[in-house]
């Protein structure tokens, strides 16, 4: 079981990035996925939760009406899609495949002017 991260980087207050997660060495379509972040000294915390046919989708308040989380069974992808960022998003961004209980390796996402 494999995830890999990509899309992460800095941007200004109130822009928008992209992340993405590939899967592999699993049944992708059949499992729920996540998306964790964990801000320097802070405890990881979940943001964004899609079922595994992308029908139900749950955010952290934070940042419900600006993410969305989103997936691609036929890629094994899974995504987040960031806007209105702000300072406090500022964090590790981790994709999570709570069955397996497997992490990436992250993605850095630096909100900043």
């Known amino acids: 079981v494999q995830l890999v991260e990509s899309g992460g980087g800095m941007v200004q207050p109130g822009g928008s990035l992209r992340l993405s997660c590939a899967a592999s060495?699993?049944?992708?379509?059949?499992?729920?996925m996540n998306w964790y972040r964990q801000a320097p000294g802070k405890e990881r915390e979940l943001v964004a939760s899609i079922s595994s046919n992308g029908i139900t989708r749950d955010y952290v308040d934070s940042v419900r009406g600006r993410f969305s989380i989103s997936r691609d069974n036929t890629k094994n992808l899974v995504h987040l899609q960031m806007r209105g960022l702000r300072s406090e998003d500022t964090a590790v961004y981790y994709c999570?495949?709570?069955?397996?209980?497997?992490w990436g390796q992250g993605t850095q996402v630096t909100v900043s002017s």
């Open positions: 999570y495949a709570s069955t397996f209980d497997t």
């Open positions: 060495g699993f049944m992708f379509s059949r499992e729920a």
